[in-house]
């Protein structure tokens, strides 16, 4: 009798490539091309145009949201609580602006014309009324969604009704909207084939016709044979960026709306994806269903604005990563919150409310790479939690993207914690410099009704109120010029040297304390005066403002301070010069 043994590969992961090289070859795979599919899934190939731009969020803006401590467990009464603690204590004066309702304020059901509503027990007067209260109180409202089709909380969301939210938004007077990204569906990477295009014009029944094989062709596009088709022709190659369909002579003879059929090719069982620009501006999304239909040809329409006389159409598909498709949606809401407060305050009469927008898409696409075109700012990490290897580690990969900082499109660390969970008075300060530091939003996350006394007037005696209300720190956050600090060196000890070039040539200087022992930190301001970045002139004598402890002092050069674990020194550098 003989006993055949199967071996089995033990090394993970030598096992693992024999394994998948021998499944790949049985089930007919391309390894290369697997590979190259890998690839491109984290490759940007699309560009959004300039910067997002809409006179808003010129310093890191500063506000407080509901998220961090009170989750789901909001109300109209407790969001109108938090506003007048806002206004009352102080907090108002020392630049704190926005009251941001986090998930869970809507409804779990649209109303009867597709727009959000506010959940009808919770929120009773509904979201416009308490945007206008909040207004009263010198303060403005921010509002949360998600680019899926339900938020984190899964609650309706606004991917594939842009138009409608930012509309509603607009109108409800909203002036901050975070746009998170759960439940979001990628947009997909391949286009239909396309047979011909009609353009009709509504109530009519006869149409212009053209055939896709008479438009011009760009990238891989090509003409292919199919004899089940009316002309034995079509168009394919449009998709993942690769080229594009155009028909450059559409001649209507008025300006009006017409209707666009688009005679496809059926094929592939999963869905497709084509943007529609008309006259190189106006872009209309089609998606097309997996298909395993009878008929051999299908159709898509849409209604699309034509111009009297020669019009050009073009069908492509821009998409050609899950980073391409972030960054497509993401622009695209930013498109209709500008429109929509434009359209409001163009209907209406009244000045115009810019919605400051913030991605929360927690940096899975790089989105310091493309979020300045996008919006005014971007999270950078997965969410903050309230103790301190959380805010340890988002500094540590926030610190490092300073470059993509500047006045009206900012690096979001995340919104703060300062008060919030078992943070040390050290650790709390030292969140708060940190942020200050790095120009990040300023959003508090605690519950801020404790910084006012039983008589209503401000608890200045609060250790977390003097925190988050020390005007100098604040003033290193909202320095117009916009810059994030650069860690010039870590050392052996683990105290990390930031600085950031201030207004005036003046200079901030962070030494931080990241280790779990005392530290000594030191700097020489000789030495950061020659690096190139910042423009502290060189003088005899520096005039230094220890922040945290509020002296000043003078020095030629060194500056040192003992630092317990967990802790910062921050100063404010500026030369004197007579
Ligand atoms: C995500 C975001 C958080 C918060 C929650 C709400 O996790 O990153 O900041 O908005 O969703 O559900």
Redesign the pocket.
Same mark, same amino acid.
């Given at each position: 009798m003989s006993i055949k043994r199967k071996l089995k590969v033990a090394l993970p992961v030598a096992g693992l490539t024999v394994a998948a090289g021998a499944i790949m070859k049985q089930q007919n795979i391309c390894p290369l091309c697997v590979a190259k599919r890998v690839l491109n899934a984290t490759r940007i190939t699309y560009k959004n145009e300039g910067r997002f731009e809409n006179g808003v969020a010129l310093t890191p803006p500063m506000g407080w949201s509901s +998220?961090n401590l009170f989750r789901h467990r909001i109300n109209e009464d407790l969001i109108y609580e938090i506003a007048e603690a806002m206004a009352k204590s102080g907090l108002k004066d020392a630049g704190y602006t926005y009251v941001n309702i &986090? %998930?869970c304020w809507q409804s779990s059901s649209r109303d009867k014309n597709g727009r959000l509503q506010a959940d009808l027990a919770t929120f009773p007067s509904g979201i416009k009324n308490l945007a206008e209260r909040v207004n009263a109180l010198g303060l403005k409202l921010g509002i949360?969604s998600s680019n899926g089709t339900l938020? #984190?909380?899964d609650l309706p969301a606004s991917l594939y009704n842009e138009a409608i939210d930012a509309d509603t938004f607009a109108e409800w007077g909203i002036e901050y909207f975070?746009y &998170?990204f759960?439940h979001n569906k990628p947009i997909p990477t391949s286009a239909p084939d396309i047979d011909k295009i009609i353009i009709t014009k509504p109530n009519e029944k006869e149409g212009i016709v053209i055939e896709a094989e008479t438009g011009r062709l760009t990238g891989k596009a090509r003409v292919a044979e199919d004899s089940k088709l009316e002309t034995g022709k079509y168009v394919t190659g449009l998709s993942a960026n690769g080229g594009a369909l155009i028909f450059d002579e559409v001649e209507v003879d008025e300006d009006g709306e017409y209707i666009l059929t688009i005679g496809l090719r059926k094929a592939g069982l999963y869905q497709k994806y084509a943007e529609i620009v008309v006259n190189e501006k106006d872009c209309y999304d089609a998606y097309f269903p997996s298909t395993k239909g009878f008929t051999h040809e299908g159709r898509h329409q849409i209604t699309i604005k034509l111009n009297k006389g020669v019009n050009s159409i073009k069908i492509h598909n821009p998409v050609a990563s899950r980073m391409d498709s972030a960054i497509i949606q993401y622009t695209k809401m930013g498109k209709e919150l500008k429109r929509a407060t434009k359209e409001y305050a163009e209907r209406t009469g009244q000045p115009e409310k810019p919605i400051v927008y913030s991605i #929360?898409e +927690?940096g899975v696409n790089r989105p310091w790479k493309w979020g300045a075109g996008a919006g005014n700012l971007w999270?950078t990490t997965m %969410?903050i939690k309230a103790f301190w290897a959380s805010i340890l580690a988002i500094y540590e990969f926030n610190v490092r993207l300073y470059k993509y900082a500047g006045p009206g499109n900012w690096n979001d660390p %995340?919104m703060l914690e300062v008060g919030n969970g078992n943070l040390t008075d050290d650790e709390n300060k030292a969140h708060f410099s940190l942020w200050c530091m790095m120009a990040a939003p300023l959003i508090l996350g605690n519950d801020i009704r404790t910084f006012l006394k039983p008589d209503g007037t401000p608890d200045t005696e609060n250790k977390i109120y003097k925190i988050v209300t020390n005007k100098d720190m604040i003033a290193i956050d909202q320095d117009r010029r916009g810059i994030q600090c650069r860690r010039i060196r870590t050392t052996l000890s683990l105290v990390d040297v930031l600085v950031k070039p201030l207004e005036n040539k003046e200079l901030a200087v962070c030494l931080f304390n990241k280790g779990e022992m005392a530290a000594k930190g030191e700097f020489s301001i000789r030495e950061l005066t020659s690096l190139g970045f910042i423009d502290l002139p060189k003088a005899a004598v520096y005039e230094v403002k220890d922040i945290w402890e509020n002296e000043i002092f003078t020095s030629q050069d060194k500056v040192s301070a003992e630092l317990p674990k967990h802790s910062v020194k921050v100063y404010r550098i500026k030369a004197i010069t007579d």
């Amino acid at each position: 009798m003989s006993i055949k043994r199967k071996l089995k590969v033990a090394l993970p992961v030598a096992g693992l490539t024999v394994a998948a090289g021998a499944i790949m070859k049985q089930q007919n795979i391309c390894p290369l091309c697997v590979a190259k599919r890998v690839l491109n899934a984290t490759r940007i190939t699309y560009k959004n145009e300039g910067r997002f731009e809409n006179g808003v969020a010129l310093t890191p803006p500063m506000g407080w949201s509901s +998220w961090n401590l009170f989750r789901h467990r909001i109300n109209e009464d407790l969001i109108y609580e938090i506003a007048e603690a806002m206004a009352k204590s102080g907090l108002k004066d020392a630049g704190y602006t926005y009251v941001n309702i &986090d %998930d869970c304020w809507q409804s779990s059901s649209r109303d009867k014309n597709g727009r959000l509503q506010a959940d009808l027990a919770t929120f009773p007067s509904g979201i416009k009324n308490l945007a206008e209260r909040v207004n009263a109180l010198g303060l403005k409202l921010g509002i949360y969604s998600s680019n899926g089709t339900l938020t #984190c909380e899964d609650l309706p969301a606004s991917l594939y009704n842009e138009a409608i939210d930012a509309d509603t938004f607009a109108e409800w007077g909203i002036e901050y909207f975070k746009y &998170d990204f759960c439940h979001n569906k990628p947009i997909p990477t391949s286009a239909p084939d396309i047979d011909k295009i009609i353009i009709t014009k509504p109530n009519e029944k006869e149409g212009i016709v053209i055939e896709a094989e008479t438009g011009r062709l760009t990238g891989k596009a090509r003409v292919a044979e199919d004899s089940k088709l009316e002309t034995g022709k079509y168009v394919t190659g449009l998709s993942a960026n690769g080229g594009a369909l155009i028909f450059d002579e559409v001649e209507v003879d008025e300006d009006g709306e017409y209707i666009l059929t688009i005679g496809l090719r059926k094929a592939g069982l999963y869905q497709k994806y084509a943007e529609i620009v008309v006259n190189e501006k106006d872009c209309y999304d089609a998606y097309f269903p997996s298909t395993k239909g009878f008929t051999h040809e299908g159709r898509h329409q849409i209604t699309i604005k034509l111009n009297k006389g020669v019009n050009s159409i073009k069908i492509h598909n821009p998409v050609a990563s899950r980073m391409d498709s972030a960054i497509i949606q993401y622009t695209k809401m930013g498109k209709e919150l500008k429109r929509a407060t434009k359209e409001y305050a163009e209907r209406t009469g009244q000045p115009e409310k810019p919605i400051v927008y913030s991605i #929360c898409e +927690w940096g899975v696409n790089r989105p310091w790479k493309w979020g300045a075109g996008a919006g005014n700012l971007w999270r950078t990490t997965m %969410d903050i939690k309230a103790f301190w290897a959380s805010i340890l580690a988002i500094y540590e990969f926030n610190v490092r993207l300073y470059k993509y900082a500047g006045p009206g499109n900012w690096n979001d660390p %995340d919104m703060l914690e300062v008060g919030n969970g078992n943070l040390t008075d050290d650790e709390n300060k030292a969140h708060f410099s940190l942020w200050c530091m790095m120009a990040a939003p300023l959003i508090l996350g605690n519950d801020i009704r404790t910084f006012l006394k039983p008589d209503g007037t401000p608890d200045t005696e609060n250790k977390i109120y003097k925190i988050v209300t020390n005007k100098d720190m604040i003033a290193i956050d909202q320095d117009r010029r916009g810059i994030q600090c650069r860690r010039i060196r870590t050392t052996l000890s683990l105290v990390d040297v930031l600085v950031k070039p201030l207004e005036n040539k003046e200079l901030a200087v962070c030494l931080f304390n990241k280790g779990e022992m005392a530290a000594k930190g030191e700097f020489s301001i000789r030495e950061l005066t020659s690096l190139g970045f910042i423009d502290l002139p060189k003088a005899a004598v520096y005039e230094v403002k220890d922040i945290w402890e509020n002296e000043i002092f003078t020095s030629q050069d060194k500056v040192s301070a003992e630092l317990p674990k967990h802790s910062v020194k921050v100063y404010r550098i500026k030369a004197i010069t007579d």
